[in-house]
């Protein structure tokens, strides 16, 4: 019963958002730009902060509702075809041991991998905080925690954030929430990833690149000073805060998506669909409860 409804509000929400201008009016103008639809270049599935889990309800967060809320993803995404999709961090929700957490990995993986081979985990506090990182990359079959690839024209950046600010890894319940940082050897290396692409880039990151607060990587503007003198970053994707924001700070945007795990029900699903085109416009498509944007770069 709730599967059949819900994927009757995604077809609705698809057929409202499918034309991004006839939704802009409910955006800030600053966020819009008006015109035909450019020709597409590069297309990304987006997800956030789906907080899996077998365990009951903790205020606005439904951990058991997530596979039911990514089957209709899923089912847009197979409609879409994007070229990749990416999992913006706080893949599962904690659990008291090891082995409790790698089955919510197991659980929510099956599912999740299902939906694309090419696929992207940013590593997120909750997925390691019983696990080490190996063990959540192992889970979900990817070599590192921070890297690069390109698709097509674009250069695609994964950051990992999990850090404390003595450079400890996250891992094994070692570290606060509120402590993530990105180490000297990750920063060099993204300074140097960056200066050797030609090619316009998107960053994937979990905690937040745009904000000083509790939900911010604490060096964030260490991180931005390395963005904008590359002078080729576009975007930067990110979740943690649970709620739609945008920003542009120095010529790049910052997107913060909507958590999946909130809200109960069919009205309270969010993930989106987002679009480079060869003009440099970048679309994101939300869906349920994620907004849509329109952005026209400069680069």
Known sequence: MYRNSIQQISRRAFL???????????????QVVAGPDPVKLTKVGLVTDMHYADKPAAGSRYYRQTPEKLAVAAEQFAKSKPDFIVELGDFIDAADSVEKELGYVKKINHEFSAISKKRHYVLGNHC?????KEEFLDAVQQEKSYYSFDCGSLHFIVLDSCFRGDGVPYGRKNFKWTDPNIPPEELEWLETDLKTTTKNTIVFAHQRLDVSN????????????ILEQAGKVLA??????????????????????????EGSGEQNN??????????????????IRQKNY???TGN
């Open 236 to 261: 930067v994707f990110q979740g943690h805060s649970h709620k739609n924001d945008h920003s542009e700070i120095n010529g790049i945007h910052y997107c913060t998506l909507v958590a999946m795990v």
């Open 294 to 296: 329109r952005w026209k």
């Open 214 to 225: 509790h939900y911010g990587v604490k060096n964030c503007m260490a991180v931005r000073k």
């Open 270 to 287: 969010a993930f989106s669909m987002m679009e480079i085109a060869e003009d440099g416009t970048i679309l994101v498509n939300g869906f």
């Open 128 to 132: 390691v905080y019983t696990l080490k």
């Open 16 to 30: 409202k958002n499918g034309s991004l201008l006839l939704v802009a009016a409910g955006l800030n103008s600053s």
